[in-house]
């Protein structure tokens, strides 16, 4: 502590002319200067400082990787629910498809035996009129 002198901010780089060999001067505000001319004025980030900064940010996106992770797991979870519902909806409206082709088949061939038997109740019909006029 002998070595460290306290200072104004103003008298710091007339004053360090005079340093001797480990001598060190700071102000109240948080300026530094040194014997061998390294000097820092206040609010200056220190290497320290910054890898703290980095420190933190590295975490919070530590933070938000695992978070993404998480989210992403959800939607591929999502995505293959998806998948699977489109592919099953898929099959049954295959099978719907076929099931009405197969009606509209059967209801043509309705139509044709109504249609048949209509003919044959008309010439049955005739008959029997010239049937009844004999």
Known sequence: MAQIGVIDSA????????????????????DLWRWDGYSVQAGT?????????????LEALKVHKTEALETETSAET?????????E??????????????????ELDRAREAI???????????KQLGALAEA
């Not at 999502?78 to 489109?86: E, H, N, Q």
């Not at 249609?115 to 019909?125: T, V």
């Open 45 to 57: 980030a220190s290497a320290a400082g910054a890898r703290l900064v980095e420190r933190s940010r």
């Open 88 to 105: 099953t909806s898929g099959q049954r409206t295959k099978a719907l498809r076929q099931q009405a082709k197969d009606n509209h088949g």
């Open 11 to 30: 008298q710091g780089e007339a004053m360090q002319a005079a340093l001797k060999t480990g001598q060190r001067l700071v102000s109240k505000e948080g």
């Open 78 to 86: 999502a995505l293959t629910d998806a998948s699977t519902r489109t």
């Open 115 to 125: 249609a048949a038997a209509e003919h044959e109740a008309q010439a049955n019909s």
